[in-house]
């Protein structure tokens, strides 16, 4: 039978303390919060107050509302009076010694059958239970700032955890309008030990000069729909805390990956925590202020040099991405050359570019003579030297090596001198397509994202040869085509994919582990951070034998040991579940 619960302890009411105070008081809940000390007390009592009066101008309570649920939370200096709680939650700051200390008290004061909660973000709830009688009580309930907004609950069970008690905490995170999540103890949890890999790898990438902190950001907003990017991320979640929490999964992983990138410990030390201060990888306009500022800092990836003109763009593919790439740019004024291996994909390529048109028609996105307009602009052909006075080709042929540098060749030997060659690899090395011309400086990555008539990402990729006007005619017709540029070098994975893919190979890591279930992963990604797709979902969708390709070409640049593919992905693939496509991956469809 489910346990009863009407009065709940909150053992500490900082930040996180009094957001749960509010959530339990507003399910109609009656709170015993406790504090340090008389002035700690006032402080809770104030982010109360604050946080409902914020409530109450948005107009998510009205007056009678908030005067009950303040009269719902008492605030007390005393552990002791705690005795006759229900289930006591504790959210003092994250410290072993001192959770384990309360915790110990506690197990004297209340009843024996009373579960104990930590809302610990990092630290072992083995290691906090066992200072009690009670282990098989003891769960780790880890809310997500701010609480009473964010709907995420992790819920986490030791290996001595009564099921039962799983299922109670299951059930009260339910009543109190949460999305609770299920998993095994271990640093980090689903969200943080996910999401924190990932910020790490992003600094690690800024302390490289890989790319500027500008560029990184606006990759995976714009490249995969993040809220925020991972740089601005940090400067929220503050430097300081990030580095706590990677130190603590470094430890228990062992996994270099979470080793915590040096940048972040001269950062601390420097006092740049992020908006707290008032500057971390960014400058803002005060301390604890959203306002980003302008400090000189910022390493633009403008180039300086003038452009080349570009009136004619040669787009080489009849793919989703080549027909994509030639409406994107036949849309904007250019005349496209489409080359095609035979004339019959020609035409199939520029019926489906006229599909595309017509469907923004209809949707009142393109007026009709616009959309007839675009498609007379596209050319199809069949032949190499059709392409002879393009001033810009943009390959997008298959991602096989071999195949992208004889097109590259076959470019070399017909298309003008001066012209651009552009490949819209995702991950082949774009030095090597290079190579295989006459003409190394004339030649760069663009790699358009998939839709590329929606995407807003283009990743423009110099090699060590790329001549800078290139670059600045990169920039230049990105920008006559509505597209958002971001620069990097030629390493695999680019940007978004270099950081994307070890993320998603983490994720599947961790269901291989039995340490929690995809749906459970998926969920904490959407609702705890704000990602558009679960990991699951995202792998079903991208390809698990894409997905597998891209994993195995960034374990071969980098040898980085915890790039190397999951072994279960690698099986998925070969037992023929590759996602979406087959109506079976790590889902069924």
Known sequence: ??????????????????????????????????????????????????????????GKLDEAGRDALLGRVRVTTSLS?????????????????????VFAQLDKITRPDVVFASNTSSLSITEIGVHTARPGKVVGMHFFNPAPVLKLVEVVRTVVTEPEVIADVVAFAERLGKVPVVMGDRAGFIANALLFGYLNHAVRMYEQRYATREDLDAAMRFGCGYPMGPLALLDLIGLDTAYEILDTMYHQSRNRLHAPAPLLKQMITAGLLGRKTGRGFYTYDAPDSPTVVADGAAGSSTVDSAPREVRRVGVVGTGTMATGIAEVFAKRGFEVVLRARSQEKADASVARVKKSLDRAVAKGKLSESDGAAALARITPVTEFDRLADVDLVIEAVAEELEVKQAVFAALDEVVRPGAILATTTSSLPV?????????????????????????????VVSTIATAPDVLATADAVCTAVGKHAVHCGDRAGFIVNALLFPYLNDAVKMLEAHYAEADDIDTAMKVGCGLPMGPFELLDVVGLDVSLAIQRTLFNEFREEGFAPAPLLEHLVTAGRLGRKTGKGFKDY
């Not at 930040?15 to 809770?44: F, K």
């Not at 009076?81 to 200390?101: F, R, T």
């Not at 090597?432 to 929606?454: K, Y």
């Open 1 to 58: 039978m489910a346990r009863n619960i009407s009065t709940v302890g909150v053992v500490g009411l900082g930040t996180m303390g009094a957001g749960i105070a509010e959530v339990l008081a507003r399910s109609g809940l009656d709170v015993i919060a406790v504090e340090l000390d008389d002035a700690a007390a006032a402080r809770g009592r104030a982010h109360l107050a604050h946080s409902t009066e914020r409530a109450l101008s948005g």
């Open 81 to 101: 009076d705690l005795s006759d709680v229900d289930l006591v939650v504790e959210a003092i700051p994250e410290s072993l010694a001192a959770k384990a200390d």
């Open 431 to 459: 030095i090597e397509c290079a190579a295989a011309t006459s003409r190394p400086a004339d030649v760069v990555g663009l790699h358009f994202f998939n839709p590329a008539p929606v995407m807003k990402l283009v990743e």
